[in-house]
């Protein structure tokens, strides 16, 4: 029965031991995360109002220059075990304090209400921050194969933990009226201190001994980094599509936010709808999870991010054309979820896969770079766009249509993305930032068109002999049959 989940979820009987140790920090950390994002944005709504989120996305994109400092400033002084403790340790403390304080506001009985957009900004950077934290925990400490095959049913435990974080949001507010919302805030750190002494077990055991200590040099300087991913094609048209996506889902989020106060205007009830809504979107997610690994496998990475790009085009078609509908909060919640699964679901394994593509010492670098701009930029853009419509420039439909033609960008921008995928990845293993073992991690796919496979193609015919034996090498594992003919003459070679 064992052999059939294992073959089923596509993991091996060795990947136990790690599923093991890392199973429970990712379950922990899906809690948490959504337990903190749905309490602050149910307490912000319904006390500050969701006219003011776009002011709120704005206040988060400019942090992230602060956040990018103090990871190059902290990862030049610590190896790469102490800099996820001090992430960690600043988390948790940082959360701690401002549950503390909306629990000691209910308790005394007062209200300072400019300290939800202080709440709000504080949850939303910090949790944000763990993400990725949680992602660079994991790959530091599997091999990439196994990395490649462990990391969907880590997402997946993620999703459980943010399915149970969900029910918890629903039941909470029925059984403690008035102060449920305030008491799951508080269930967020009590959550992380629990998963603190399983962060600290692994960094010690996989960062910190001695025996892997020479393999922790300090981390590239961001500034390499940025310059690295700047001056790479896909790289650079990676980051801002999943801007764009991350955009697209907040300016959805926005709408859904409007219909939703606009039939639950308390607090309490906004919470259980939204704790509700936020469990069926993870055990979606959950199960869509647990057949990734075979998605990506079967289609490849390239074809996953240009098929994601046609469902956001279709999604936004669809809701764009719903805004004066009776059943908008629904059809909302639904475009919501489908958004929430790309976003949350599909995208953070993929980005796991688009960091190899740079040297080991910079991939930590990458990722919060990715995370903190995927996350600043979308909220940038959302604001910029959600802006128009709380200040009242535009109505529901024209901001409907903005966000349409955005939507239409971002499938440009995925269809690029499939077409640099394998000429970036022949690059990568010229400079040895990718060998050749790790080429199943990339998942090349089957389903591939001869646009494609040009440049590998170029490369068997280049003349130039490492060219072709990487090209040789990366043809093995797409097995595509325009490259067959072009592989006749290596075959028949003496």
């Known amino acids: 029965m064992v052999n059939n989940i294992n073959r089923i979820l596509g993991i091996q009987s060795r990947d136990s031991e790690k599923l093991l140790q890392l199973g429970p920090i990712f379950l922990l950390t899906g809690i948490a995360y959504i337990a903190g ?24 994109a400019g942090i992230l220059p602060l956040q990018l400092w103090l990871f190059s400033h902290l990862s030049q002084k610590f190896d790469k075990g102490t800099l996820l403790k001090v992430f960690y340790l600043i988390i948790w403390f940082g959360v701690l304090a401002c549950a503390l304080f909306t629990l000691g506001m209910y308790w005394f009985d007062f209200q300072w209400r400019m300290f939800y957009p202080l709440l709000f900004i504080v949850f939303n950077v910090l949790l944000r921050i763990l993400i990725p934290l949680m992602w660079m925990l994991g790959d530091g400490i599997c091999l990439l194969q196994q990395a490649k095959r462990i990391f969907p049913v ?14 918890l949001a629903r039941i909470l507010p029925i059984y403690f009226q008035g102060r449920g919302t305030e008491l799951l805030i508080l269930f967020v750190p009590a959550v992380l201190f629990i998963s603190l002494f399983l962060w600290r077990r692994l960094i010690t055991n996989y960062f910190l001994s001695a025996d892997l200590k020479e393999g922790n040099d300090r981390e590239a300087p961001i500034t390499t980094v ?30 859904f936010f409007l219909f939703m106060a606009a039939r639950y205007p308390n607090s309490d009830a906004m919470t259980q709808y939204f704790g509700l809504f936020t469990a069926i979107v993870y055990i979606v997610s959950f199960l869509a999870s647990l057949f990734l690994n075979r998605l990506i496998g079967a ?56 960091y190899k593509f740079l040297p080991a010492e910079q991939r930590a670098g990458a990722s919060l770079l990715f995370a903190g701009s995927i996350n600043a930029g979308g909220k940038l853009i959302s604001a910029a766009v959600t802006g128009l419509h709380s200040t009242g420039m535009v109505n529901l439909i024209v901001l409907s249509t903005i966000a349409f033609l955005l939507a239409f960008a971002y499938f440009a921008l995925t269809w690029g993305q499939k077409r640099l995928y394998l000429s970036t990845l022949l690059g990568s293993l010229e400079i040895n930032a990718v060998r050749a073992p790790e080429l199943n991690d990339f998942s090349p796919g ?17 003349g130039n002999a490492i060219r072709e034996l990487i090209a040789l090498e990366l043809s093995v594992h797409i097995k595509h049959k325009t490259l067959f003919t072009a592989l006749q003459p290596f075959l028949s070679h003496p």
Not at 154 to 167: E, K, P, S, V
């Open 226 to 255: 940025i310059k690295n991913v700047c001056f790479s094609p896909f790289l650079r048209t990676s980051l801002l599509s999943f801007v764009l996506l991350l955009s697209l889902f907040y300016v959805l989020d926005y709408e």
């Open 299 to 354: 289609v490849g990475i390239g074809n996953t991010v240009f098929i994601m790009g046609l469902t956001v085009i279709i999604l936004f078609a669809g809701t764009g054309s719903m805004t004066q509908s009776p059943w908008a909060l629904e059809l909302f919640s639904v475009g919501d979820l489908l958004m929430d699964m790309l976003s949350f679901t599909l995208l953070p394994p993929i980005n796991q896969v688009f």
């Open 154 to 167: 880590l997402g997946a435990l993620f999703t459980l933990g943010a399915i149970l974080a969900g029910m």
């Open 37 to 60: 994002i749905v309490s602050v944005q149910s307490l912000f709504v319904s006390r500050f109002g969701v006219a003011y989120l776009p002011v709120m996305y704005l206040l988060e």
């Open 446 to 462: 089957k389903l591939l068109g001869e646009g494609d496979v040009h440049p590998i193609l170029e490369a068997l015919q280049s």
